[in-house]
T-cell receptor, first 112, second 114 residues
Framework: SQQGEEDPQALSIQEGENATMNCSYK?????LQWYRQNSGRGLVHLIL?????REKHSGRLRVTLDTSKKSSSLLITASRAADTASYFC????????????FGSGTRLLVRP | GAGVSQSPSNKVTEKGKDVELRCDPI?????LYWYRQSLGQGLEFLIY????????KSGLPSDRFSAERTGGSVSTLTIQRTQQEDSAVYLC????????????FGQGTRLTVV
């Protein structure tokens, strides 16, 4: 079963606007990661936030984590047409294996 | 190699045939993952290898699916007696296998069962 569920499933914004995507998960985690996928092929790692962290920044990306609500958000500021892609959250479940379980993804369209 | 390599990039097979998909992880990565992604959907976990531990096969959808990882490096995902519902992109990823490390993905194999 899916560990993470992203919301919204699809998002369309104008270039220059901010995009916010949310991820909810079910079980305790070691960390939560966000990935980007272009054209339905390989995924690229964007940012990792540990379970004891609440906020992390990387360039135009800002990630928050609320372990009490089992949720995370990804904010992309000043979006560009090149940010158009699918974005997935992935959780490293607390067990001995550290395997990554992915959510269903948010499809982001940034209109020029 | 420089990245995770998967072969073939595309595979068209007839229903009922067996297929093998190959993944070459990044050298030194002890963890290897297989995922399946149907068109427009999320990533479905299939199987996870970590070092010399027994693989986590909890995501394999049926006994027609199996995977091996030889010598802690190359992995092969085998689908026997393929069905049309097996059509998807199969993605492989590898990581250092330690806590708080990222996964690196290959470009996937697009499998089409006709």
């Amino acid at each position: 079963s899916q560990q993470g569920e992203e919301d919204p499933q699809a998002l369309s914004i104008q270039e220059g606007e901010n995009a916010t995507m949310n991820c909810s998960y079910k079980t305790s985690i070691n960390n939560l990661q966000w990935y980007r996928q272009n054209s339905g092929r390989g995924l690229v790692h964007l940012i990792l936030i540990r379970s004891n962290e609440r906020e992390k920044h990387s360039g135009r990306l800002r990630v928050t984590l609320d372990t009490s609500k089992k949720s995370s958000s990804l904010l992309i500021t000043a979006s560009r047409a090149a940010d158009t892609a699918s974005y997935f959250c992935a959780t490293a479940v607390v067990d001995s294996s550290y395997k990554l379980i992915f959510g269903s993804g948010t499809r982001l369209l940034v209109r020029p | 190699g420089a990245g995770v390599s998967q072969s073939p990039s595309n595979k068209v097979t007839e229903k009922g045939k067996d297929v093998e998909l190959r993944c070459d992880p990044i050298s030194g990565h002890t963890a290897l993952y297989w995922y399946r992604q149907s068109l427009g959907q999320g990533l479905e976990f299939l199987i996870y290898f970590q070092g010399n531990s027994a693989p986590d096969k909890s995501g394999l959808p049926s006994d027609r699916f199996s995977a091996e990882r030889t010598g802690g490096s190359v992995s092969t995902l085998t689908i026997q007696r393929t069905q049309q519902e097996d059509s998807a992109v199969y993605l492989c990823a590898s990581s250092l296998g330690a806590l708080n490390t990222e996964a690196f993905f290959g470009q996937g194999t697009r499998l089409t069962v006709v």
